[in-house]
C-alpha cells in the first residue's frame, strides 16, 4: 500500500439497490472537484469470474471498458461521473478472487500451506484492493462493496475491510449506506431498521465512520442524534441522502450535507479548494429546462429492466442536453413490431434507436423496426446487432436475398451477411471470448460518422462475437448501403450508412460506453440533432 493513499469503503444495510455506485461517484466527483485524483472500485460477491455471460434481466447491462473487461454496471456511473476510465482492476468478483487463489496453490506459491479463508482469500481481496494505488496515480481509491452486510457472500470483503482498518488506520474510512424508511401509518420515519445494519457490521469488527440515510423525507436534528448515538457515528457524519429526481442532482445533494468535508476531516486530508461545478450545474440547468422535446423509440428485448441499457439511456439524457432536448425515451418490446402495426407503433418517433442484444428471441422485429426507418426517412441508429440486423434488413429487402441473416440465429442461411470471425470459430467458452475493449476504426471523410465525430479515425469499445461478412460488402455499396468506418488492421466494417437517407447510421462498437456528462458522445448528439431536425 503507498503510504500517499487513502481508502474510502462503501457498504450497504437494510436493502440492496441503495444507491452505493452513485453515492460513491458522487463522493469522488466533489473530491475530485477539489484536486485529488480519485478512483472507484467495486468488489461483486457473486461467484462469476465477471458479469459477461449473466442475463442482463439477472444483473442489468454488461458494462465494457477500454482494455476489454467485462464489469458492472456501476463502473459506468464512475466514468459518467469522473470523466476517467476504468480498466480490468476496478471491478472485482469473488469468482476472480477464488481463480487466483486456487491457480497459485496449484502453481505451490503457498509451499504446501493449507489454503484458507483467512488469511489466503482475505490477502488477494486486499491486493487487489490495493493494486489500484500500486502505481502512485490516486490519492484516493473508493472501494464499494457489493450486496449487503449481513450477505453470507460478502463477508470475507467486510473482513478484509476490517483487517485494513487495523493495519493502516489513519489511512481508512468505512461510509455506511442505509436505509431510513418511512411508515405512512404511523407517519413516521423508523431508524431501527439502520441501528440493526450498524450492529451487524460491528459484530464483524468494522464501526462506520459515517453513515449515508438514503430517506424520502429530511432528517431533523432529533433524527440525526438518535441515530448517531445508537451507531457511534458523530452527528455531522449522519448524512442525509434524500431520493433525487435525476442522478445528476446526488452531487450537489451531497456537498449540501458536506459529505466531501466530513471525509476529508476523518482522512486528515485538507480541503484544499472550494469545489467548482458550474460546469455540472449548467448541465443539470439544462436537463431540467430544456427547450425542445423529441420521441425516440429504444427497440430492444431487454426493455422490462432499463438498467439492461443503461449506458444507452444515459447518453441519450447526456445527447439531449447538448442540444438543449428532453429526450423522451420510449421503451419497445421488438417482439411487438410486426409488418402490420410497425407504422402504428413508431409512426410518431422522431428517431428510432436499435439497442443491442444476443439470440433470436425478438430480431425479428427489430429488423422490421430497421425496416420501417429506412422507409420512413427517420433518423436510424443501430448499435451493434442493431446495426446486423440494418445490414440484414438491407440485403433482404434492397438486394432481394429474403432468406438473409446473421449465422448467429441461422448458421445454415444461404446469405450470411453476418458471419462469424475466424477466430471465434474454435471457441468453446463464451466467457470473455468476445471481441472486447477499444480498437480503431478509419472514418469515410464527409459521412454522417466522421462528421460526428469531427476526425477521421476513431477508437470504440467492442462486445460482440459476429462481423458483417465482407464478401457482401460489394453488393451492399453498390445498392447505396456504405462501408463508412473499417478496422486499419482487419479490414472489418465499423460502420455502415445510407447514402439516400438523411440519417441512417449503424456502428459494429458500443458508443455508449464512452459517453460521460463533460463528454456527451458526439454519434449520440448527432442522431439527437437530426431526430430534432425531423421533428
Known sequence: ???????????????SSLGKGIISASLAKLLQARGYAVTIQKLDPYINIDPGTLNPYEHGECYVTDDGAETDLDLGHYERFLNVPTSQANNITTGR??????????????????VQVIPHITDEIKDRIQE?????????????????????ESLPYVEAVRQMMWEFED??????????????A????????????????????VQPDILCCRTEHPLDMALRKKIARFTNVSINAVIEAKDASTIYDVPLLMQAEELDIVVLDKLGLSKKQVPDLTHWKDFLDKLKNPKHHIDVALVGKYVELKDSYKSISEALIHAGVANNTKVNVHWIQSETITPNNSAKI??????????????????????????????????????????QCAVIEFARNVLGHTDAHTMEINPETAHPVISMMEEQKTLKN??????????????????????????????ERHRHRFELNNDYLEALEAAGMVATGKNPETGLVEVVEVQSHPWFVGVQF???????????????TAFIFAALKNK
Open 346 to 387: 413508431l409512426g410518431d418517433m422522431d428517431g428510432i434507436l436499435v439497442a443491442p442484444g444476443f439470440g433470436s428471441r425478438g430480431i425479428a422485429g427489430k429488423i422490421e423496426a430497421v425496416r420501417y426507418a429506412r422507409t420512413s426517412n427517420t433518423p436510424f441508429f443501430g448499435i451493434c446487432l442493431g446495426m
Open 1 to 15: 500500500m503507498s503510504k500517499s493513499t487513502k481508502y474510502i469503503f462503501v457498504t450497504g444495510g437494510v436493502t
Open 510 to 524: 458500443h458508443p455508449e460506453y464512452k459517453s460521460t456528462v463533460d463528454n456527451p458522445h458526439p454519434l449520440f
Open 186 to 205: 404511523a407517519g413516521e420515519l423508523k431508524t431501527k431498521p439502520t441501528q440493526h445494519s450498524v450492529k451487524a457490521l460491528l459484530e464483524l469488527g
Open 132 to 152: 489500484l494505488a500500486s502505481n502512485g496515480q490516486y490519492d484516493i481509491v473508493i472501494t464499494e462493496i457489493g450486496g449487503t452486510v449481513g450477505d453470507i
Open 430 to 459: 463464451l466467457g470473455g471470448t468476445m471481441r472486447l475493449g477499444a480498437y480503431d476504426c478509419h472514418l469515410k471523410p464527409s459521412s454522417n460518422i466522421a462528421n460526428a465525430y469531427h476526425a477521421d479515425k476513431i477508437s
Open 171 to 184: 489511512d481508512c474510512i468505512v461510509i455506511h449506506l442505509t436505509l431510513i424508511p418511512y411508515l405512512s
Open 97 to 114: 478472487i477464488y481463480k487466483n487463489v486456487i491457480e497459485k496453490e496449484r502453481r505451490g506459491d503457498y509451499l504446501g500451506k493449507t
